[in-house]
């Protein structure tokens, strides 16, 4: 990876439901990236670039746990070693392609993009908050045409609801009159939203009753290089937090290029009970709030700075920004860092 996206960071590069037999193909902080589940059951990610004359091995075949190039045949292993040379018996010097440390956990597949000596899947940020025993969450994946740290001013700062869900989660300014604290922790961040005795929230309809008044919480968590962890919870009045009802929401956004990201999102439901008609309104909630409400105005906005630097713009603080900022300011560092590493 090169600047301006953190080497020594995992990313995630997919949901594990997406990666089977067949060779994927995904760009990821800017690397042509293949995917494919060796016969073993273990996902293998490779450089999708051939040495030779650089064609796609994504557009090639699979010969057991082998790809073959579709170009001139030159066949490369699962660890990225060239194997085979249809015009020799000779390997070529310097054939070999990179390779990449990928764990899967919690449903999704994260890549390592430093020294895989330097993997240490302890670093993985957790989702296991996801993983319900009903089964797997709701999950989805948007394109999104902006940079991705956008992704992360929009979810760290989530005063945008009462603005922008106004068609999902909008809750007629309640938000407004919560508490709210950015703090950090080693190098996690949280973004916490606390809004004590409000009309019982969204999703706890069908839980609680309507009128039951709430105190009710949006705690984000961010990890670099925009991972994060969304705990909506709510409880009634004065009761602890431990009795409420929670939705657990992974946002989790990867860039793809410097103007381009994979917006991976996933919710748990309310109730451990699956229920598909309740399935599909989730869905559709959360499909009228990502791809209709927040994707609009991300999009716009990136545009809108028609490749200016950001800081440049010397963009205004409001106070409940900061989560986002801090978020920039500590890849910043990191960034300093691994170049200084380097
Ligand atoms: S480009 Fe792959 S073998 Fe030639
Ligand atoms: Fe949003």
Redesign the pocket.
């Known amino acids: 990876m090169t600047a301006p996206f953190l080497r020594n960071v995992w990313y995630m590069a997919a949901w594990s439901s997406e990666i089977g037999e067949a060779l994927f193909r995904r760009r990821i902080a800017g690397e042509p990236i293949l995917m494919f589940r060796r016969a073993d059951g273990i996902i293998a990610a490779l450089t999708d670039r ?6 796609p ?1 994504s557009m ?1 075949m699979r010969v057991g746990d082998t790809v073959r ?6 066949t490369f292993a699962a660890d990225g070693a060239c194997v085979a040379n249809p015009f020799s018996d000779v390997l070529p010097k310097g054939a070999t392609i990179r390779s990449w440390p990928v764990v899967e956990r919690d449903g999704a597949v994260w890549l390592w993009a430093g020294a895989p000596e330097e993997a240490d899947t302890a670093t993985i940020p957790d989702f296991a908050a996801l993983m319900r025993p009903c089964g797997p969450p709701l999950s989805g994946l948007m394109p999104m045409n902006a940079g991705y740290q956008f992704g992360t001013d929009n979810l760290m700062d989530l005063s945008h609801i009462e603005f922008v869900h106004t068609g999902s989660f909008a809750g007629a300014g309640v938000i407004f009159g919560g508490e709210h604290r950015v703090r950090q922790s080693g190098e996690t961040l949280h973004s916490d939203w606390w809004m004590p005795d409000v009309a019982a929230p969204a999703h706890t309809f069908g839980i609680y009753p309507p009128e039951l008044r709430c105190d009710h919480w949006l705690d984000m968590r961010w990890n670099a290089p925009a991972s994060m962890l969304l705990e909506v919870g709510a409880t009634p009045k004065g009761q602890s937090r431990d009795e409420g009802c929670i939705v657990w929401q992974a946002h989790i956004l990867t860039p793809e290029s410097e103007t381009t990201a994979h917006y991976f999102w996933a919710t748990t439901r309310s109730s451990d009970q699956v229920d598909p008609g309740a399935d599909a309104f989730l869905r559709g909630l959360m499909g009228q709030a990502f791809e209709g409400e927040d994707k609009p105005i991300i999009e716009a906005a990136f545009a809108n700075l028609d490749g200016r630097d950001f800081w440049g713009e010397k963009p205004v603080s409001l106070g409940i920004d900061q989560g986002g900022t801090r978020a920039r300011r500590l890849i910043e560092t990191m960034l300093r860092r691994e170049t200084k590493t380097a």
């Open positions: 051939c040495s030779h004359r650089f064609a091995l090639g190039c579709p170009y001139h045949g030159l």
